[in-house]
């Protein structure tokens, strides 16, 4: 069975950088089969997918955030990681770690169970 | 960018009923949508992607059809483990969520 779970600070002061890290088991990020994406949710509202990183390194993102997102994985740790600059209070959310099942799969298929990231000074 | 809206926003019904939530895409997406169920304080489950093809273990109460546009997703008889939001995300173009339904009980 296919299990993330998202670790990092809950709290970040205004216009610093958030950094979140996925640990998966049960299955490797160096896989080719597939991607491994982000998803946010602010408190009592939608889901905002954020991005992914490929096995080859390669990313994409939602266009609103590409300026302030970056990727990374870790495969000696089977991890993977988001760092969002310049946060400001509409940050605040829910962040999930998911696996996306890619090209044409781009379907969320296992979730972690979500860390609070709250935006303040 | 695509733009996924869905109907109603909030929908009231009792054990027993057949729901319909609809969810509109601004442009086609063929078949390439997929349905979660969101309870509160958890994470998403998978129903349904590629419009139709039902995710292992999801109740067979569970349906989904449409392409291009226009997409449903159908609960042939409620069941009280099924009162959640329900949310679809388009996977055509990069990848986009509807606001989300919330089922309640009548």
């Known amino acids: 069975q296919v299990q993330l779970q998202e670790s990092g600070p809950g709290l970040v002061k205004p216009s610093e950088t958030l950094s979140l890290t996925c640990t998966v088991s049960?299955?490797?990020?160096?896989?080719?089969?597939?991607?491994w994406s982000w998803i946010r949710q602010p408190p009592g509202k939608g889901l905002e997918w954020i991005g992914y990183?490929?096995?080859?390194?390669?990313?994409n993102c939602n266009p609103s955030l590409k300026s302030r997102v970056t990727f990374s994985a870790d495969t000696s740790k089977n991890q993977f990681s988001l760092k969002l600059s310049s946060v400001t209070a509409a940050d605040t959310a829910v962040y999930y770690c998911?696996?996306?099942?890619?090209?044409?799969?781009?379907?969320?298929?296992?979730w972690g169970q979500g860390t609070l990231v709250t935006v303040s000074s | 960018d695509i733009q996924m809206t869905q109907s109603p926003s909030t929908l009231s019904a009792s054990v027993g009923d057949r729901v319909t939530i609809t969810c509109r895409a601004s442009q086609s997406i063929s078949s390439w949508l997929a349905w979660y169920q969101q309870k509160p304080g958890k994470a998403p489950k998978l129903l349904i992607y590629?419009?139709?093809s039902l995710e292992g273990g999801v109740p067979s109460r569970f349906s989904g059809s449409g392409s291009g546009t226009e997409f449903t997703l159908t609960i042939s008889s409620l069941q009280p483990d099924d009162f959640a939001t329900y949310y679809c995300q388009q996977y055509n173009s990069y990848r986009t969520f509807g606001q989300g339904t919330k089922v309640e009980i009548k």
């Open positions: 049960g299955d490797s990020v160096s896989s080719g089969n597939y991607y």
């Open positions: 590629k419009a139709s």
């Open positions: 990183i490929q096995n080859s390194g390669s990313t």
């Open positions: 998911a696996r996306d099942n890619g090209y044409r799969l781009g379907y969320f298929d296992f």
